[in-house]
């Protein structure tokens, strides 16, 4: 329970390793101190490197500190944002030398290029060379190992009263302090290929989330890391604005202070100051801010240039603070580096190379141009020997080079391959263990977090064993009797289990009120494939009718194979997509008389089978017999008196195409086969398991369907159809989502109207369906249709625009939206659809205006109501 709890949280928190190590070995000599300003203020986190070792420590919150070190001279390298880096070199004995620094602010000076009206601030030029070089750290490093300890504290600064009697039970309590502490060896080999083992964990709390892994696994040398538009990205000048603020000495390198202001301030952009090595337009350290949902993000790199070779990070801090529902929480992490082995990659080994801005240096650069040319053997030969090369020329060299890397990959389709593993002993250690080892002391406030701690533990364990002791008794009991009202979960074997689940009463105006049960049985196969298996009855009951109906469904299913085989008599919309779902239209119907939902009733056998040939391509197929009937109103009770059917139509769909959709009783057999095809699809790898990137690929889809005369069916149609999807960012301003479907009926000699093209329309103020592929104003049936159709839908949201333009909104987590649907039938008329939503209220819902036009002239207006286009509710009546 609470073990498990802490167990995930370490786990999560322990990821925090990428590009970041750790050496502790247990020695009895060392160095210890602190660390102030030439003003006495103590300096939290800085950092303490030594070069000898490739170990790192940083201070505490007090700035203390204390690295372990075997006899030995050493070069400490003492390091803090906007203060002057020290060097000291230390002779380390059998016990620890006191070395206290006191730090000077670093002095600033202005480079010679000066800032005069209508000039170039020279901090694009700087970073304009960052960002062409970028690339080129990502690939300079062939592989390193090292080791990492990662330290987490974090507390509730604030919580609802009503939460407050159950946190209190579990020991939480406001400004209580949890602690996380993880030990790990890394291993990274280029491109992607990264490994972490956890060899020691000691924790007492839940990180609630806030674990800032995604920005330690990334790289703020790539374009974006965690969702965050990086500084360097080759599209930063379309999110930022730089600001050139003075050049400092740092040891033997010449470092340019950048400030980095977001254009349009809010998530996934970054606002501070980042630090860049001239001549090795490499990052020197950062200080920057981000925010996620409203929730504050602070940063803090420093890094080294390990070997003289590259600028590594050697100390990473995070500062997590926010609020949300009424939880005020802060969480900081720290993460401290040692034992850097590092092996460069020998295709791109240069020391040092001059970058010619060709934006500001036209000239220079044509000349280089025109000297060298262009060829690629030529670039990299003048790129090895240091000599100097166009930002342009930088970019094409490391483009191909990349391109040519990746085509020689087994899998180039793979863009992360990660595995994570925890020692069996990682739980094991115990506080003199972590006395030793720790490289960070902790704080009085810490120490009083772990003794909290092992006191709640053992009246957690006495809790847990009553726990266990009532769970055990619960299980014993079995079936009882209220289950057949509220539904329960049995475990009947190993393997399987049973569920009776919640009944469902809704109510539309030809059942009256109608009552669904359903009960599910499922196996789990053990074979390497883990098939399951699932039986499901399905009960129902129409009270005006006066008559029972149901089905049995058959499932098996596994990674790639999915078989349904369903048979009974049961009731369908005429759009068996379900454009309004049942709870919905109950609601209409008794609240509003609008009975939108048009429903008949089938003696079916059907059997649908799915083949996924690889996560690319995949093909399914269903076949249906059936004796379908027409259903007519039987029930018009509505919980607002009105005359007796006012309001109400029949069940009829009403069409244009059609004019009277009614149909006599009928067999029907209809068969159809779909392919759908993501050829761009790129993946991700963790532990061997092989996961597909979100949006990495459109989506391709051809169906084909037909009605068969024959087994007393006397259909006889043809429909084909084919469409598209994708999501993708457009620039630095939002996102766009694309859909595009058309089809035809080939031939149409016999079919009813359930067999027309039906699209996802909507006359209730709730939206339901996909805000993607439907309508908001559109009749369900009324353009229905057995000829030509096509179906275009355009959803876009802005990162700032209206209402988001404004700063707290937009932390708030509103989004705002414009879209557009168009229909073309016979006789739709050029259907069209103009809308604009705002997304994200109270981070879970939607509003959304509407205007509909037929061939450009105004029809109607209406606004809808939905949950947030990031989630998605359905309550089906299947």
Known sequence: MQKDNLQAWN????????????????????????????????????????KQLGTGTTTNVNGYYELSMPPGSYNIVYQYLGYETQERQVTVAEKFEDINIVMKQQVIVLQQVTISSGNEDPAYTIMRKAIAKAKYHTQQIDSFSARVYIKGAGKLKDYPWLAKKALEKEGIKKDRVFISESVSEIQYRRPATFSEKVISIRSDGKDNNTSPNAFIFGSFYQPVIAETVSPLSPAAFGYYKFEYQGTFKDRNYDISRIKVTPRSRGDNVVEGTIFIVEDWWSIHSLDITTTKLGVKIGVKQVYAPIDDKAWLPVSQQFVVDGRFFGFEFEYNYL???????????????????????????????????????????????????????????????????EKDERQEQKEPEVLYNTTFKVDSGAYKKDSAYWSLIRPVPLTLEEVKGYKVTDSIAIEEKKREEGDTIKRAQKNKKGFQPWDLIVGDYYKISK???????????????????????????????????????????????????????????????????RFELEGGRYIRQFNADEPILPVINTFTTLLAGQNWMKIYERDFVSMFYRRRFSPKYSAETTWSWALRR?????????????????????????????????????????????????????????NGRKSEIENSSPTFNLYYEKGFTGLKSQLDFNRIEIGGRHEFGIGVRGRMHLALRGGAFINTDSLAFMDF??????????????????????????????????????????????????????????????????????????????????????????????????????????????????????????
């Open 495 to 561: 393997h399987s289990n049973l569920q009776i689940e919640f009944p469902q009463v809704w109510f539309n105006t030809v059942e009256g009120f109608n009552l669904i049960y359903r009960l599910n049985y499922g196996i789990i196969v053990q074979d390497t494939n883990r098939t399951r298996i699932n039986i499901r009855p399905t009960l129902r009951y129409a009270f005006a009718r006066e008559l029972a109906s149901g089905t049995l469904r058959l499932q098996v299913r596994n990674r790639n194979h």
């Open 11 to 50: 786990i999560r928190l322990s990821c925090l390793g990428f590009l970041l190590v750790l050496t502790v070995p247990l020695f009895a000599g060392g160095i210890r101190g602190t660390i102030k300003a030439d003003d006495g203020t103590l300096l939290s986190y800085a950092t303490i490197y030594v």
């Open 757 to 878: 093209k039906h699209f996802l329309g909507n006359r209730t103020p709730l939206a339901t369906t996909d805000p993607i592929g439907s309508f908001r104003l559109l009749d369900y049936y009324l353009h229905s249709t057995a000829d030509k159709y096509l179906i275009a839908n355009m959803h876009y949201q802005f990162r700032r625009f209206l209402v988001s333009s404004i700063y707290e909104v937009r932390m708030l987590g509103i989004r705002e939206n414009i879209f557009v649907n168009y229909l073309a039938t016979p006789t739709s008329k050029n259907y069209t659809e103009l809308g604009y939503g705002i997304n994200g209220i109270l981070r879970f819902f939607r509003i959304e205006a509407t205007v509909a036009f037929q061939d450009g002239k105004y029809q109607s207006y209406g606004f809808r109501f939905g949950i947030a286009t990031n989630l998605a509710v359905r309550f089906s009546d299947n």
């Open 630 to 686: 027409e259903l007519f109103n039987n029930d018009y009770f509505r919980w607002i008196s009105q005359e007796r059917n006012e309001g109400f139509t029949p069940n009829a769909p009403v069409n244009l195409e059609l004019p009277n959709s009614s149909f006599a009783e009928h067999y029907a057999f209809v068969g159809s086969i779909g392919f759908s095809a993501r050829p761009w699809l790129k993946y991700r790898i963790r």
């Open 335 to 401: 993460a401290t580096v040692s034992d850097y082995k590092i092996m460069l990659n020998p295709e791109l080994v240069v020391e040092t190379m001059e970058v010619i801005d060709d934006k500001l240096h036209k000239e220079q650069a044509k000349e280089i141009e025109k000297k060298y040319g262009q060829k690629n053997q030529q670039l990299q030969e003048r790129m090895a020997s240091g000599k100097e090369i166009t930002r342009k020329e930088l970019k094409t060299i490391l483009k191909e080079y």
